[in-house]
């Protein structure tokens, strides 16, 4: 059982930046991965960007170069600086942490990111 919650979205201009804040009601290291995944009006709600407990990092394709996960363990957050934004980019994105002993999923409620061209 966890709670949540992220902040951070808005809308800016493509070739701009955001930063995403995801913090959660206990540590983080009570979870194998934490994520941020998106979902665009539409569309399937896919992945973005992982971090294992262990620090280690998986990025999809389409934001490699672009994107960066990272943590703040003492703030029980995880963070996604997102550069070069493309339109594309456009929907919303969701924080998740996962249990895999427990085959457990928890989500926040989401933030809009958007990105005009």
């Known amino acids: 059982q966890a709670q949540l919650v992220e902040s951070g979205g808005g809308l800016v201009q493509a070739g701009g930046s955001l930063r995403l804040s995801c913090g959660a009601s206990g540590s983080i290291l009570n979870f194998n991965a934490m994520g941020w995944y998106r979902q665009a009006p539409g569309k399937q709600r896919e992945l973005v960007a992982v971090i294992g407990r262990g620090g280690s990092k998986n990025y999809a394709d389409s934001v490699k170069g672009r994107f960066t996960i990272s943590r703040d363990i003492a703030k029980n957050s995880v963070y996604l600086e997102m550069n070069s934004l493309k339109p594309e980019d456009t929907a919303v994105y969701y924080c998740?942490?996962?249990?895999?002993?427990?085959?457990?999923?928890?989500w926040g409620q989401g933030t809009q990111v958007t990105v005009s061209s």
């Open positions: 998740n942490a996962k249990r895999t002993g427990t085959y457990s999923d928890y």
